[in-house]
């Protein structure tokens, strides 16, 4: 059972140039997320899928876009690379988005985005 | 604009104390409270949950709530070197679909 996996786990960009970071889960879990993470700056929230078909902002949406192909895979796109977007990317699911029980956030092991 | 406020340490402490790790938060209509654990170069897991004023005890950990002071603790009974990672305070959202997250204390325990 592979859980959340991320790909790619290391990226170096130029400024400018745009990617994707792909996430899958094979949880059936209906809610995912994307954060990033910054040394001294925590876990923030980018954008998240409350269920296949629905994308919603988080705290730092802005020079991002997100798709959520299906119930297993939400993707994470940098149009255009800039260097403040230098981070550890998190991908993270969970069963209902019912954060409010004993439903915890699953994570990925993260991808270590560098924008030169 | 929600916050969640950590100290961000290290909290050093040797083997076998008792580390104490602290964490406020600003709504007050919060309700759900988590405690992740992250190792260096890791993802976070989960390690603790409390909805309710009191304590919750699992195994060596316990999670303190008081709701009225806005102020959550983990107590970390009998530290291990293995417990040394950084440790992520959550916080519910209105409407229990997202978490905000203190910055992480960074707890070592000396052998």
């Known amino acids: 059972n592979a859980g959340v996996t991320q790909t790619p786990k290391f990226q170096v960009l130029k400024t400018g140039q745009s990617m994707t970071l792909q996430c899958a889960q094979d949880?059936?879990?209906?809610?995912m997320y994307w954060y990033r993470q910054d040394p001294g700056m925590g876990l923030r929230l980018i954008y998240y899928?409350?269920?296949?078909?629905?994308?919603d902002k988080g705290e730092v949406p802005n020079g991002y876009n997100v798709s959520r192909l299906n119930k297993r895979e939400f993707s994470l796109r940098l149009e255009s690379a800039a260097p403040s977007q230098t981070s550890v990317y998190f991908c993270a699911s969970s069963d209902r988005g019912r954060l409010s029980t004993n439903e915890k956030l699953f994570f990925g092991s993260g991808t270590q985005l560098s924008v030169l | 604009q929600k916050e969640v406020e950590q100290n961000s340490g290290p909290l050093s402490v040797p083997e076998g104390a008792i580390a104490s790790l602290n964490c406020t938060y600003s709504d007050r209509v919060s309700q759900s409270f988590f405690w992740y654990r992250q190792y260096s170069g890791k993802s976070p897991e989960l390690i603790m949950s409390i909805y309710s004023n009191g304590d919750k005890e699992d195994g060596r950990f316990t999670a303190q709530l008081n709701k009225a002071s806005q102020y959550v603790s983990l107590l970390i009974r009998d530290s291990q070197p293995s417990d040394s990672a950084t440790y992520l305070c959550?916080?519910?959202?209105?409407?229990?679909?997202?978490?905000?997250f203190g910055k992480g204390t960074m707890l070592l325990v000396s052998p």
């Open positions: 899928s409350a269920s296949e078909g629905t994308t």
């Open positions: 949880m059936n879990h209906n809610s």
């Open positions: 959550a916080v519910s959202n209105s409407g229990y679909s997202t978490l905000t």
